[in-house]
């Protein structure tokens, strides 16, 4: 894949939630997109984080059984597969840290190819690291599809807890890979 980056959009959330959205980043400019999310998790426990596209009209395309995944997880005592098809959703990662009353950074890295082609499916590669509540290393990669062929405009991250676990400040930037 060539390493040629353009930033396309940068949002950052300025209050916090538990669902965080970046509308109109994808175009007929580029085919492949990588989205890097940083965001901090003060929730108070360990939750799990999802994405998801937006459609044309920028709405969360959440309904149905439209996504297929599957994601390994690496490098603790508790190493896990997760493979999911018809869920309304992609999982990224499973983000403990071992304190996380501190406000943890976590940065996570998605690869979306084909979301404005109307023609294609669009398909994901993501991976992110963190450290877990045992204070073991914990790393994710995972692959998704959207089965679905329409053109999606934007991205979506959702915290699976409640209590706003994405803290104002989270940062989502895309880029158009050359």
């Known amino acids: 894949m060539s390493t040629n980056l353009q930033l396309v959009k940068t949002t950052t959330s300025t209050s916090n939630t538990d669902i965080f959205s970046v509308t109109d980043c994808f175009n007929e400019n580029y085919?492949?997109?990588?989205?890097?999310?940083?965001?901090?998790?003060?929730?108070?426990?360990?939750?799990?984080?999802?994405?998801?596209?937006?459609?044309s009209s920028n709405s969360a395309i959440s309904s149905g059984s439209l996504y297929?995944?599957?994601?390994?997880?690496?490098?603790?005592?508790?190493?896990?597969?997760?493979?999911?098809?018809?869920?309304?959703?992609?999982?990224?990662?499973?983000?403990?840290?071992?304190?996380?009353?501190?406000?943890?950074?976590?940065?996570?890295?998605?690869?979306?190819?084909?979301?404005?082609?109307?023609?294609?499916?669009?398909?994901?590669?993501h991976q992110t690291h963190g450290v877990t509540t045992g204070n073991e290393f914990i790393a994710h990669k995972g692959i998704g599809v959207l089965k679905q062929t329409a053109t999606?405009?934007?991205?979506?991250?959702?915290?699976?807890?409640?209590?706003?676990?994405?803290?104002?400040?989270?940062?989502?930037s895309v880029y158009g890979v050359k």
Request: glycine share 10%; hydrophobic share 35%; aromatic share 12%.
């Open 68 to 125: 297929d995944y599957a994601v390994r997880g690496i490098g603790t005592s508790s190493d896990h597969d997760n493979r999911q098809t018809g869920q309304n959703e992609i999982f990224l990662s499973f983000l403990p840290d071992k304190d996380l009353s501190n406000g943890k950074s976590r940065s996570q890295v998605a690869y979306i190819f084909n979301p404005f082609d109307s023609s294609s499916f669009t398909f994901t590669m």
């Open 152 to 172: 999606h405009k934007g991205i979506q991250l959702i915290h699976s807890g409640s209590g706003n676990g994405i803290q104002s400040g989270a940062t989502i």
């Open 31 to 55: 085919d492949v997109y990588k989205v890097v999310f940083t965001f901090i998790d003060a929730s108070g426990v360990a939750n799990n984080t999802f994405f998801r596209l937006l459609d």
